[in-house]
């Protein structure tokens, strides 16, 4: 009998589309601590990954980052899981996926109780085995590590259970690369031009993300990369 296939899903750029509201929310912050906002293009950049790693790549001090992150988690989460649009589709595809019989899960760079209210806000938690999300109390920042975390939680080891993670951005594909889970790389999200050249396969839209799913190529450890 086939093991049960386990898909680990990034949230923005893959789920939803929050962009707009992240980029809002976040100019604000940068302002209140008395740092010049970058143009919406240079903060496009930062969604996605962890702003504690993000923001001093900006030229912030490790005081404003600080003091950034709690004022935009001030505003942003209280709106973020009753305003963030869910791509189109994106509902249908994850039923399909449950009726195929495979366990999903979010692995997203999002504090972990944010991720659960938005899922449920969006109406997307009941499709999901598991809300996985980032931990600051516990030190669990970043993309590697929120997998490691999910991987540990569903009990499944890699090498020899089949497991792929979706996702819109490098760090997706370095952090499930960093556990030995190949990622299927997707172009409605945030990623600029050749970002997604890691990944195991690239797809542009959700019907080539179910085919490749639903088919055996990606799941195979001897695929070899895409290089689109």
């Not at 992240?22 to 940068?30: C, D, F, P």
């Not at 050249?197 to 001897?222: C, P």
């Amino acid at each position: 009998m086939r093991s049960v296939r386990t898909v680990l899903l990034d949230v923005d750029g893959t789920l939803v589309d929050s962009a707009a509201t992240i980029v809002e929310h976040l100019a604000a912050a940068i302002a209140e601590v008395g740092f010049p906002v970058p143009d919406a293009a240079r903060l496009l950049k930062l969604v996605g990954p962890p702003f504690e790693t993000a923001l001093p790549e900006l030229g912030l001090t490790q005081e404003q980052t600080a003091a950034a992150i709690v004022a935009y988690r001030a505003s942003y989460d209280a709106v973020a899981a009753t305003i963030t649009p869910v791509y189109p589709g994106i509902p249908a595809l994850l039923e399909r996926l449950r009726e195929d019989g495979m366990r999903l899960a979010t692995a997203t760079s999002k504090p972990e109780e944010l991720a659960r209210k938005i899922v449920a806000g969006t109406g997307l938690g009941s499709y999901l085995d598991l809300v996985g999300g980032a931990d600051h109390v516990s030190g669990r920042v970043g993309k590697a590590a929120v997998v490691g975390s999910v991987l540990e939680r569903l009990g499944l080891d890699p090498a020899i259970d089949p497991v792929v993670l979706v996702g819109d951005r490098i760090h997706d594909v370095e952090g499930a690369a960093a556990h030995g889970v190949p990622t299927i790389g997707v172009t409605w999200g945030y990623a600029e031009p050749g970002e997604l050249a890691g990944a195991r396969l690239i797809v542009s839209d959700l019907d080539e993300l179910a085919d490749a799913l639903r088919g055996d190529a990606v799941w195979s450890t001897t695929m070899p990369r895409d290089a689109a």
